[in-house]
């Protein structure tokens, strides 16, 4: 199977601690995908688990302090979609859309034995949290949706189509840090150097010509280059219209976290979010774009609100 380029372990940007375990799944045609599996350190065992599902070219380290802080109580699971982190890169790169993200997890979900959890969606892993409550309601017990709705905003899009699928590489953790701050700088405009490589740190990965680089397949951007509008285009989002995909999430709780500048999710999306079904909490961050981390003060107090919700 072919795993990156020629199938040997990546060299992880930080070392792997105790408070989490390598997980794996195979997918119907044949990949090895990875979860990091953060199992119960103390509560309720028969707690509801959480999945934790990331964006576009983030990985399972996206989750990592929220990870490590849930699973003082419930186990947790940040999966890595196909061609990201550790799981394996696809072989044709047209199935790096929303639809083969949802079989995957399917696949996840009927190998693993777990019945129903509470899922965290971050980006694009919101879109396949949605998608999956069309088809799978019933795996659903609440939903976060971090920074992501039924209406995906062009501006963001094309932002996207700016960075991603370049693949670059820097000598040093400065230089990456100093790079992202460069192209999404105005996401956290607060934020210092020191914060700026520790998010390199979660993105990139060092290889082993000692460069670092960007930890996800770049031929996920294919996906992108429709010539088309990406707004309305299927391969991007997985359906022309993702209000019945959000609106499946009725008749459990949900939590819709905001960037307060995003160009992803805009505040009038956001808004009718929360008019469309009952039990939906809207919590903005203030001048923070597309993501917000998620570990900010009031969204933690949210996310426990979501998770004491959730049966």
């Given at each position: 199977?072919?795993h ?7 060299e992880?940007a930080?070392?792997q ?17 990875h ?11 028969a ?16 989750f990592?302090?929220?990870a490590q ?5 419930r186990r947790?699971?940040?999966?890595e979609l196909?061609?990201?982190g550790?799981?394996?890169?696809a ?7 929303p ?6 997890l399917?696949a ?7 019945e129903?959890?509470?899922f ?27 920074d992501?709705?039924?209406?995906i905003?062009?501006?963001?899009l094309?932002h ?7 693949g670059r590489s ?8 100093r ?8 996401v956290?405009?607060?934020?210092g150097?020191e ?20 930890d ?19 391969s991007i989002?997985?359906?022309a ?35 469309s ?26 996310i ?7 049966h």
């Amino acid at each position: 199977m072919d795993h990156k380029a020629g199938g040997s372990p990546k060299e992880q940007a930080e070392p792997q601690t105790e408070l989490w375990q390598d997980g794996w799944w195979e997918s119907a045609d044949g990949l090895k995908l990875h979860y990091r599996d953060y199992p119960a350190r103390g509560g309720d065992a028969a707690a509801l688990p959480v999945i934790c599902i990331p964006g576009l070219t983030r990985n399972a380290r996206d989750f990592e302090q929220l990870a490590q802080d849930l699973s003082f109580e419930r186990r947790v699971i940040c999966i890595e979609l196909r061609g990201r982190g550790e799981s394996e890169y696809a072989r044709d790169p047209a199935s790096y859309v929303p639809m083969q993200y949802v079989a995957d997890l399917d696949a996840f979900f009927a190998q693993t034995g777990i019945e129903r959890a509470i899922f965290f969606g971050t980006s694009l892993g919101g879109i396949v949290t949605m998608l999956s409550a069309l088809s799978s309601p019933q795996r659903i017990a609440g939903a976060m949706l971090n920074d992501i709705g039924p209406v995906i905003e062009r501006e963001g899009l094309d932002h996207i189509l700016e960075y991603v699928g370049h693949g670059r590489s820097f000598p040093t953790w400065m230089h990456a840090g100093r790079a992202l701050q460069e192209v999404h700088g105005a996401v956290h405009p607060s934020w210092g150097i020191e914060q700026w490589i520790g998010f390199a740190k979660q993105l990139m990965e060092l290889s082993g010509s000692g460069n670092i680089r960007f930890d996800y397949d770049m031929r996920i951007a294919e996906a992108f280059a429709t010539g088309g509008n990406p707004a309305h285009d299927s391969s991007i989002i997985g359906s022309a219209d993702l209000w019945p995909a959000y609106d499946a999430l009725q008749g459990r709780p949900v939590l819709v976290v905001h960037g307060e500048t995003s160009n992803i999710l805009s505040g009038t999306v956001a808004r009718e979010m929360v008019g469309s079904i009952p039990n939906v909490e809207l919590v903005s961050v203030p001048e923070t774009g597309h993501t917000p981390t998620l570990n900010e003060p009031h969204v933690r107090q949210a996310i426990d609100r979501l998770i004491a919700r959730s049966h």
